[in-house]
């Protein structure tokens, strides 16, 4: 009984840690941490990598990390339906946070969210049932949308002339393959990451008043070819005006170790 006791208070007594949570983007789900090396930075660095979290009909199912030193610090990364409306994919990462929260009930919450991760987290946050988050970290992140998304639409929506009706679909799956099929599955995202304007999704978001945190983008400047420069910085939304520190990279859109080295270095200088 003694020990059990000890045990206890040694518990609430303990300072408070930080948990991180990696947030995919489109086309991605939870390894693309780990095979861009981002994850594996963050190891070396003594982060404890605490599993992937994905949310089913019987609720949120976590899936252990691999073991490593201890470490007061860790690392949840989110499985989520990437090709769904971003309401859809914001409505299960509120789960995942709601979940890490109840576990982790004294720690403070860091959510990292790359390309259109970042929009899906901000979607998270300003809904009511908001958890406690210190900061928020998106990385190369439409925040006023992409025209990439129309491109991705118009290959999916295109009736050639010459080839109207359904016949169109079958050249496309033809030609396109699985990437055609993806896009097809994506069109609600697709519409969501459309360029802000005309009351759209990313238009509205835009407009909402966001939780009192800190607030960093990592934008690539001039070097991403699949979202502007000016959309991924979050001073770029008006109820975010001044509120964000921005990190200029030049590297392209995806992932890679530097961002890994660059979020370590964020997360010291704003303990």
Not at 215 to 240: C, E, F, G, K
Request: overall charge positive; proline content about 7%; aromatic content about 8%.
């Amino acid at each position: 009984m003694g020990r059990q006791v000890f045990i206890v208070n040694l518990f609430v007594g303990a300072a408070r840690a930080d948990v991180m949570v990696l947030v995919h983007g489109w086309a991605a789900n939870e390894d693309t941490w780990v095979r861009s090396g981002v994850a594996s930075v963050l190891v070396r660095n003594a982060w404890h990598d605490a599993g992937v979290l994905t949310t089913t009909p019987d609720g949120v199912r976590h899936f252990p990390g691999y073991p490593s030193a201890e470490s007061d610090k860790r690392f949840y990364r989110v499985q989520l339906p990437s090709t769904a409306p971003l309401l859809l994919q914001a409505s299960h990462l509120t789960a995942e946070l709601v979940f890490i929260q109840k576990r982790h009930p004294k720690d403070d919450l860091i959510v990292v969210g790359h390309s259109a991760g970042g929009v899906i987290a901000r979607l998270a946050l300003i809904r009511p049932e908001f958890v406690r988050t210190k900061s928020l970290v998106t990385i190369a992140s439409p925040h006023l949308g992409t025209p990439r998304a129309f491109d991705g639409l118009h290959v999916v929506g295109g009736k050639p002339f010459f080839c109207p009706g359904p016949g169109v679909d079958f050249l496309k799956s033809v030609f396109g393959g699985r990437q055609y099929q993806y896009l097809k599955d994506s069109h609600g995202a697709m519409l969501d990451l459309t360029p802000a304007g005309g009351g759209n999704l990313i238009d509205w978001l835009n407009q909402q008043p966001h939780p009192d945190i800190q607030y960093h983008s990592i934008v690539r400047a001039n070097t991403d070819d699949v979202v502007p420069t000016a959309s991924q910085d979050l001073n770029s939304v008006p109820t975010l005006r001044k509120r964000a520190k921005v990190y200029p990279t030049r590297t392209l859109h995806g992932l890679n170790p530097a961002d890994g080295e660059l979020l370590l270095e964020i997360l010291a200088a704003n303990k």
